[in-house]
């Protein structure tokens, strides 16, 4: 079962940030936060992870509370395209790779 | 640059038929291999892994196969097809280095069984 849990939709206003919450409040020491994305129809695509500290990279931030049980995946400035569904995955790196898919989070970009 | 190809891109085949779908990763050596199945409105559920040739993890009991016959080379399987094996299809690859869980994903299979 997924270690995660996601509200299932969310909408942005195209040009402003969304901010999509993930809790995993079972978390362990050594278990990293990974989110993807999914646009409709296409394979997953990484977007970014983190262990403690707060990460962010081209296409977006990475906030992780101090006591790890819950993050928030931040796109700037949302456009048409980030419309997709978001996972939140939960993973030991050293557990074979393995990812355990929950059911993600349905972003709507509206214009 | 890497590259991973899945085919055919959809699928219609009756029950009972068998299947083969392919997935094959072209700029790497020794790439963790992945198959993931989506139903429609779901989560990815992962069916099989392989960290080298011939090795392969099933992770769901089920009449799926799956085989390992190139470094690069990840085959699925059935010999029966099921109505419940409708679905996507989604082959993954992992990179290992300082990123230990950025798997990329190729385009896919839309299996239908009817």
């Known amino acids: 079962d997924a270690k995660t849990t996601q509200p299932p939709s969310m909408d942005c206003a195209e040009g402003r940030a969304a901010n999509l919450p993930c809790n995993h409040s079972?978390?362990?020491?050594?278990?990293?936060v990974y989110w993807y994305r999914q646009i409709h129809s296409q394979g997953p695509q990484y977007i970014i992870h983190g262990l403690k500290n707060n990460e962010t990279n081209e296409m977006a931030s990475l906030i992780i509370t101090e006591d790890r049980k819950s993050s928030t995946l931040i796109l700037p400035h949302a456009t048409l395209r980030d419309t997709a569904v978001y996972y939140c995955?939960?993973?030991?790196?050293?557990?074979?790779?393995?990812?355990?898919w929950g059911l993600g989070t349905s972003l709507a970009v509206n214009p | 640059s890497q590259t991973i190809h899945q085919w055919p891109a959809t699928l219609v085949q009756p029950v009972g038929s068998p299947l083969s779908l392919e997935c094959t990763v072209e700029g790497t050596s020794n790439p963790n291999l992945y198959w993931y199945r989506q139903a429609a409105g779901r989560g990815l559920q992962l069916l099989f892994y392989s960290v080298g040739i011939g090795q392969i993890s099933s992770e769901v009991p089920q009449n799926l196969s799956a085989s390992r016959p190139q470094d690069r080379q990840f085959i699925l399987s059935s010999k029966k097809l099921l109505l419940s094996d409708s679905g996507f299809y989604l082959c993954?690859?992992?990179?290992?280095?300082?990123?230990?869980?950025?798997?990329?994903f190729g385009p896919g299979t839309r299996l239908t069984v009817t």
């Open positions: 079972t978390i362990s020491g050594n278990e990293y």
């Open positions: 993954a690859w992992l990179r290992l280095g300082q990123n230990p869980n950025e798997q990329y």
């Open positions: 995955i939960v993973v030991n790196a050293g557990n074979n790779r393995k990812l355990i």
